[in-house]
């Protein structure tokens, strides 16, 4: 009679390890300006090329270096290096970018919003110095109308106001605003309202700027203005005035918020212009620091998630003013549907109400030809690292903007469900934290790392990290710096159990110990440069039939240079 085969079942535990372009030097480095950082990341990255400093950043944990590179001359539009310090100058991590992430016909691309000087042709408000501000109550709705009136949504989409089944309601809120001589315009030092007309480009070779023919303008209608404080009360909401109050409330309403965070972002106000497009779509540009918005269908600043949604894009813009290529496009998209389902979401908690906190554009996604909500809850969406990520395009089958902005949401519902109010705070403070720092070329992951090294660092009493890092590993966007696996399911019960590591990309020094519950450790220490095999002893308490954990805690240092400094590679 043969003899059976006893087999035994294993299962895997996972390694809690990640690395992405993020590199944590070892050893007590000091950086004080950005010449030592400079010199500092000379020393410890000699083959990425010549550094220039591009800017430097102040953040609640530190200050970040950010340097362009060059190499035989010229310079790599793509590539960064970012030096991380804490607020005493301690080196703390290392940001690097130092391949291109787009390439069209095998040449790096140039994004022309961070590259190419623009301005805005507009007629403004007076000064502020020609008057005083002043403190005036107005009607707006907050954050939407059909929020307000929890109106389910429409079986087939509105065209126009007119389709909307309930008459216009309002609410209260105080404004600052400018007064000259007894005329109220919208402006006081963080939001102005223009009259848009033009773009214009700087030209490169010449110098000279020119008129930019990639957006077009409605006819001039002149600057907004109220002749008294009666008007600011009577304004129909179908009219050009209460659009143009209603961005000037929230642009105001989310900067002021920021500020009350720790961050001060803008040197200059937010110009807007509510009357600005044609078209069914807003956007944020970088250069004039201005947004313009979209009057078809119904005008976009109706609806407080598209005031600050495009206002978010501003945000980004001033943490990382590089912010380009990589995963940028739906990293962009991503974060400012956070940022305006979290400022909806605060509005309706401090209401005890939760109307569609899942969705934004409530309001402004059913009005038109095609439905442009989107959602903050899409648990299909799945990481494929080496796709690009543009915004608004979908990625293996979901949108990727959705894939960046769903575990951020959802860990800011678990963690108001947890600490209440003070949460909103705290996660917003940490997602703006976690983007300082980074540069041209990051990826999901590389932000991924980012946020819950902030939030271990910044809120260690809380469960951030932990909340964060469970919905992230739900759609795969934790890159670990290795893969541990066995190479078989089931073992005999006389043999060893064959594993493999697999460096993702990275060479690195390793050190730990491997084992199967119940058995002995086998030791491991090495430069893994590629996939490594170990064989592991099957313990003698193993039963036939019964699973056993098999278990990698591993230690270590990603190689970054070719010899160590100070006994250890950083």
């Known amino acids: 009679m043969k003899s059976a085969i006893s087999l035994v079942a294993l299962a895997l535990a996972s390694a809690h390890a990640m690395a992405g372009e993020w590199d944590y030097p070892a050893g007590n480095y000091q950086a004080n300006d950005a010449a030592q950082a400079q010199q500092y990341l000379r020393e410890q990255y000699p083959v990425v090329g010549d550094l220039s400093l591009r800017y430097q950043t102040n953040s609640l944990l530190g200050r970040q270096y950010n340097f362009d590179i060059h190499r035989g001359g010229e310079y790599q539009p793509q590539r ?27 040449e790096a691309v140039k994004e022309a919003a961070i590259e190419i000087p623009r301005r805005l042709v507009a007629d403004a408000p007076p000064a502020l110095s020609e008057g005083e501000l002043v403190t005036r109550t107005v009607n707006v709705v907050d954050p939407d109308l059909r929020t307000m009136d929890k109106q389910p949504a429409p079986e087939t989409l509105w065209t126009s106001l007119a389709d909307y089944p309930h008459a216009p309601r309002f609410v209260l809120r105080d404004v600052s605003l400018l007064d000259v001589d007894g005329t109220l315009y919208l402006s006081n030092s963080r939001v102005q309202a223009v009259d848009a007309t033009a773009f214009e480009d700087k030209d490169p070779e010449s110098g000279q700027w020119q008129k930019s023919d990639s957006v077009s303008f409605l006819n001039p209608d002149g600057v907004t203005q109220f002749s008294s404080h009666a008007s600011l009360t009577a304004l129909p909401f179908d009219s050009q005035n209460f659009a143009q109050m209603m961005a000037f409330y929230h642009l ?113 996604g059913y009005f038109g030809f095609k439905q442009g909500t989107r959602s903050l809850w899409n648990q299909k969406a799945r990481y494929f690292e080496h796709s690009e990520y543009r915004a608004h395009e979908n990625v293996g089958g979901e949108l990727g903007d959705e894939l960046w902005s769903t575990p951020l949401f959802q860990t800011l519902k678990q963690a108001v469900a947890l600490y209440g109010d003070p949460a909103f705070k705290e996660m917003d403070t940490l997602v703006l934290e976690s983007m300082f720092g980074l540069g041209r070329g990051m990826k999901m992951h590389d932000l991924a790392e980012s946020m819950l090294y902030v939030a271990k660092t910044y809120y260690p009493s809380r469960d951030y ?19 541990f696996h066995a190479s078989q399911r089931y073992v005999a019960d006389t043999a060893a159990i064959n594993t493999r590591l697999t460096p993702q990309g990275r060479t690195a020094s390793v050190r730990g110990d491997i084992r199967v519950e119940g058995g002995a450790p086998t030791s491991i220490s090495q430069t893994l440069h590629q996939a490594q095999s170990f064989s592991i002893p099957l313990p003698l308490a193993a039963q036939c039939g019964q699973p056993l954990t098999l278990d990698a805690q591993i230690d270590y240092q990603l190689m970054t240079r070719c010899k160590p400094i100070n006994g250890k590679t950083v």
């Open 80 to 106: 960064t290096l970012v030096l991380h310090t804490d607020k005493h100058g301690l080196v703390t991590r290392v940001y690097k970018s130092v391949t291109d992430t787009m390439l069209r016909h095998g």
């Open 465 to 483: 990290a932990a909340l964060l890092k469970a919905n992230f590993e739900k759609h795969g966007l934790l890159k670990a710096p290795f893969r």
């Open 252 to 364: 105001d309403k989310s900067l002021q918020y920021v500020s009350s965070l720790g961050y001060s972002l803008f040197n200059s106000p937010v110009r807007f212009d509510a009357h600005a497009l044609s078209t069914n779509n807003s956007s944020y540009y970088v250069g004039p620091n201005a947004v313009m918005f979209g009057t078809s269908g119904s005008p976009d600043t109706l609806d407080a998630d598209v005031v600050v949604h495009e206002l978010a894009h501003g945000i980004h813009y001033h943490i990382l003013p590089d912010w380009a290529y990589g995963h940028t496009g739906a990293l962009g998209e991503g974060f400012a549907d956070y940022w305006a389902g979290s400022a909806s979401y605060r509005t309706l908690y401090q209401q005890g109400d939760d109307f569609e906190i899942d969705t934004v554009f409530n309001w402004d």
